[in-house]
């Protein structure tokens, strides 16, 4: 029962389609592992059971040579015994002949015997034969299976740390995507735009606050050019102007300011009129 449980074993691992039932698998990894030692497991138990079945088979094969051999020895005792009977009833000794008879019948009989265990041990011999070529044969399936699934095995777990690498990698690249150095150069390149277009901003502002420093220079320089000339007509002196310079005439200074006068006077009338 044992060996028939292991041969049954042995034939349903040999025929199993390993790509069926790694498509069916939730984790075929798991299942190829699971599925090597399984292998590794029953290939034990085979090789033992076709170790106990090799050694039945070598033991029935020795108990029929034995019987052989013991039908060819009895067969020839038989016949010494039935020359030697032979002998002494030529020679007249007829109890002798009579006995040596009796020898070789007993020996016939043990060669007889010896026959029939051989062909008795023969359909065993041939039964065990079969039994043990087909779980060799299945060993040796089962070991080239098993070879299989450790090359698939290695293979997917090749191709999953390959795959592992891979999304480390594009990992990495998206996470440089999004912390572009180029971005950052772009930001702090218009960071320094804007600083230097609000320095450019203060010196123009700087710039237009000192032309109105120096218009107002200016302004002061004319009022005191204006009271400085009232004071010198006041005075009765000469209006400190350069269209006046070197005319050195009082009387047409007091000429103008009559007419500046009687100006005044008329547009005061027109005024008073109106």
């Given at each position: 029962m ?9 034939s ?11 498509d ?5 990894q ?7 030692r ?8 085979a090789e ?5 079945t090799?050694?039945n ?20 005792k ?14 007249g000794?007829?109890?002798d002949a ?8 007993i020996?016939?009989?043990?060669q ?6 051989v ?10 034969r ?46 440089i995507?999004l912390l572009?150095p ?12 804007r600083?230097?277009?609000?320095l450019?901003g ?12 120096f ?6 320089g ?8 009232l004071?010198?007509l006041?005075?009765g ?8 310079a ?10 103008d ?12 009338e ?5």
């Open positions: 044992v060996k028939q449980s292991i041969f049954g074993r042995i349903t691992l040999a025929k199993a389609n390993i790509n069926a039932m790694l069916k698998a939730e984790d075929p798991k299942m190829l592992d699971q599925m090597v399984d292998y590794t497991n029953n290939i034990s138990e033992a059971a076709i170790a106990q090799i050694g088979l070598r033991m029935i094969e020795d108990d029929a040579r034995e019987d052989r051999e013991a039908a060819e020895s009895w067969g020839q038989a016949q010494a015994a039935s020359l030697k009977a032979d002998q002494f009833r030529a020679e000794k007829t109890a009579q006995k040596f008879d009796n020898l070789a019948k020996a016939i009989e043990r007889m015997d010896a026959e029939q265990q062909r008795t041990a023969e359909p065993t011999i041939a039964s065990q079969e039994i043990v070529d087909r779980l060799k044969g299945g060993l040796t399936t089962m070991k080239s299976k098993r070879q299989e699934l450790v090359a698939k095995r290695d293979e997917l777990n090749a191709r999953q740390k390959s795959v592992q690498a891979q999304t480390a990698v594009a990992d990495a690249v998206k996470s995507d572009d180029t971005s950052e150069v772009s930001r702090f390149e218009e960071k320094i735009r600083e230097e277009a609000r450019q203060q010196q123009e502002l700087a710039a237009s606050s000192l032309d109105a420093q218009e107002s220079l200016e302004d002061i004319h009022q005191s050019e204006v009271e400085a000339r004071a010198a006041k005075s002196g000469s209006q400190p102007s350069a269209l006046t070197g005319s050195g005439s009082t009387g047409q200074a007091s000429s300011a009559a007419e500046l006068s009687m100006d005044y006077s008329a547009e005061g027109d005024s008073a009129s109106r």
